[in-house]
């Protein structure tokens, strides 16, 4: 069975950083992409970034480029997203997402693309 689960949210001042992990079990875990996701009361869940199952591809959301990493770790199935200067918009439930392919290529930001999501770790910045 797998198991996707997200930490590292919270409240934060503008300005402010936190780093978001994402564990994951059950697969094997370098076998895929993997996403950071985010969805905002009222509105649709839009990709924030993408990684390819080696960690050498980077793919971001034009409004986060600069501002968030996006890394994993395969020897501990942990993903992560450091998140810097953050803004009041960029708060939102953030979900973790495993890709169905090994790469981000393409539309990366389609929900489509995974086929295995966390439960989310909520994200607010206040201004």
């Known amino acids: 069975q797998v198991q996707v689960v997200e930490s590292g949210g919270g409240l934060v001042q503008a300005g402010g950083s936190l780093r978001l992990s994402c564990t994951a079990s059950g697969l094997t875990f370098d076998d895929a992409a993997m996403g950071w996701f985010r969805q905002a009361p009222g509105k649709e869940r839009e990709g924030v970034s993408c990684?390819?199952?080696?960690?050498?591809?980077?793919w971001y959301l034009d409004s986060v480029k600069d501002r968030f990493t996006i890394s994993r770790d395969n020897a501990k199935n942990t993903l992560y997203l450091q998140m810097h200067s953050l803004k009041p918009e960029d708060t939102a439930m953030y979900y973790c997402a495993i890709g169905r392919t090994y790469d981000c290529s393409g539309s990366w930001s389609n929900v489509r693309r995974y086929n295995y999501w966390g439960q989310g770790t909520q994200v607010t910045v206040s201004s």
């Open positions: 990684i390819n199952y080696s960690g050498d591809t980077t």
